[in-house]
């Protein structure tokens, strides 16, 4: 992967994370340069079977269930400090 600021062909990766869709994200730095950017990759040969699909929707069906309880629960706390205060 060229570094997009000077052009430099020695870029390493320092951080590589899997998105939900199956897709890469991937945290770069230029050797040369010291520039740090970031690639995105999309599906392209990295398919996910039918399996990794079901827990890919588990896993964000399950955060979205935790940040729904979180806001409810914040809810919760604001409406009894304002009970206590009232
Ligand atoms: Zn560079």
Redo the contacts with the bound molecule.
Sequence with gaps: MD?P????RS?IVIEARRDLAGGKRRRRE?Q????RFTTYEVYSHDLIDDDQFEKDIKKLTDSLEETKHSIVNTIDNLLSNIKEKS
């Design positions: 570094c600021k000077c052009k430099s870029t230029c040369n340069c010291k520039y």
